[in-house]
């Protein structure tokens, strides 16, 4: 493991519960600044896969480095460099606006006052939604959502950001609005970017 230009590794990767096997000896090599996708129907095991290379949850068998780092010992600087959004959850406070979740934000990453105002003007003004990081989250359309939480796990900009199926339950122009803004972010800052979806368009 660990050759060069490679940010992500897996060797035979697997994750069994109570006997049954989720995730089966996945291999995987991605080079930095890389978009890949894992697709597949529901319960192919894509989430279980993001959960290990975040750390979430440790494998039954297999190894993983990412950032030169194994996820599950959960190390506090492999931590503050990588991102994960899931779908069907939040990491915003359901009843008071995304900008007061972003300052919490900014706290935890150490981001300085000026980069984080002016990644979050980059951020929300790309994706359209400036004029919405006041409103309550729970006021919010599922699109508009979506890219808060992805402005959320953006601000301190993660070498690595894991999407787990980010276009579920949009509609045909947010999903192309969301992919659109993901290869660009990925061209601008060389993030590395791993989604999950049972769409082929993703």
């Given at each position: 493991m660990g050759k060069q230009n490679v940010i992500l590794e897996t060797e035979d990767l697997t994750k069994s519960f109570n006997g049954f096997i989720a995730v089966n000896k996945v291999n995987l090599a991605i080079e930095r600044g890389a978009i890949h996708a894992l697709i597949g129907p529901n319960g192919a095991g894509k989430t279980t896969t993001l959960k290990m290379?975040?750390?979430?949850?440790?494998?039954?068998?297999g190894h993983a480095e990412v950032m030169g780092y194994v996820p599950w010992i959960r190390?506090?600087?492999f931590r503050r460099n990588f991102s994960l959004v899931m779908g069907q959850r939040s990491q915003l406070w359901w009843?008071?606006?995304a900008a007061?979740?972003?300052?919490?934000?900014?706290?935890?990453?150490?981001?300085?006052?000026s980069d984080y105002t002016s990644r979050l003007k980059y951020?929300?003004?790309?994706?359209g939604i400036a004029d919405k990081?006041?409103?309550?989250?729970r006021k919010l359309s599922l699109g508009e959502r979506m890219k808060c939480e992805l402005?959320?796990?953006l601000l301190h900009y993660p070498k690595v950001v894991y999407l787990d199926e980010p276009t579920i339950g949009l509609d045909i122009v947010a999903q192309h609005s969301l992919r659109?803004?993901?290869?660009?972010?990925?061209?601008?800052?060389a993030t590395t970017i791993i989604l999950t979806s049972h769409y082929m368009d993703d």
């Open positions: 290379l975040s750390g979430l949850l440790h494998p039954t068998n190390d506090n600087e009843d008071l606006p007061d979740s972003y300052l919490l934000n900014k706290e935890m990453y150490s981001i300085a006052n951020l929300s003004e790309t994706l990081l006041t409103v309550q989250v402005i959320g796990a659109e803004f993901i290869a660009d972010f990925n061209k601008k800052n």
